[in-house]
């Protein structure tokens, strides 16, 4: 299995709170990914990295920030909490840069806005 | 624009059938990547195949098949003989260019498979 660890795995935040979910990888990869995964959406991409301290947005980028300070690190914080941002949030690490290689999955975060 | 769509929502089979997922792409890339990912009930996403634009050759692994067909743009899925820890959520995905320096992988919404004993 890959190294990938995601904390916490599961949080219960109030609206207008700020979250930071973490996540850690062992296997020195350049890429990483935060998805958030819903109900009939599947996985959708929130920010990326290509390296430290390059980030750019995905698809659903609106209200969430990332940063990546160290290799193995990448933080999403949701600057201001929203019962919209209910989901289960997923890491992922890939190797290359090419297109071939396949993406490796954190455990996920399940975090609840109420 | 780039999507992957999965049509069928939920599948529901008895132990020893076979059973196709369907998955349809749309880019207008000529190289990318599809992949499929097994979610079982535990949660985490579990690589299964990845195949490129310029390989079209179907795969089998044991139980597990794949037909990619540029011509439709699909990249379906066959479980022969199901069994009963092949119950997950499926998702196709598709690897696509995000300006530069990486490759977005875009999900299509999963498709649910139950096999019952």
Redesign the interface.
């Known amino acids: 299995d890959a190294g990938i660890t995601q904390s916490p795995r599961h949080k219960v935040t109030e609206t207008g709170t700020p979250v930071t979910l973490r996540c850690h990888q062992t296997e020195n990869h350049r890429?990483m990914?935060w998805?958030r995964q819903d109900p009939?959406?599947?996985?959708?991409?929130i920010h990326?990295s290509?390296?430290v301290k390059?980030t750019?947005k995905?698809?659903v980028s609106d209200g969430y920030s990332v940063s990546r300070s160290k290799t193995e690190d990448f933080l999403l914080t949701l600057e201001s909490a929203t019962s919209s941002q209910t989901s289960?949030y997923?890491c992922?690490i890939s190797e290359e840069?090419?297109?071939?290689?396949?993406?490796?999955?954190g455990?996920?975060t399940r975090l609840t806005v109420v | 624009a780039q999507k992957?769509t999965?049509a069928q929502t939920e599948i529901s089979v008895v132990e020893k059938e076979d059973v196709t997922l369907d998955c349809v792409y749309e880019t207008r890339d000529t190289?990318?990547?599809l992949?499929w990912?097994k979610q079982p009930p535990s949660?985490?996403?579990v690589?299964l195949i990845?195949r490129?634009s310029f390989d079209e050759q179907n795969e089998i692994s044991g139980r597990y098949s794949w037909n990619f067909q540029k011509s439709t743009s699909s990249f379906n899925f066959t479980i022969t003989a199901s069994q009963v820890v092949d119950s997950a959520v499926y998702?196709c995905?598709l690897?696509?260019?995000?300006?530069y320096?990486?490759?977005?992988?875009?999900?299509?919404?999963?498709t649910r498979l139950t096999v019952k004993p």
């Open positions: 890429y990914y998805y009939g959406h599947g996985l959708r991409l990326y290509y390296g390059d750019d995905g698809e289960v997923f992922a840069e090419t297109r071939n290689t396949e993406a490796f999955f455990q996920g | 992957v999965q190289t990318y990547y992949f990912y949660g985490e996403l690589f990845r490129n998702f995905a690897r696509i260019t995000l300006l320096n990486n490759n977005d992988m875009r999900f299509g919404a999963g």
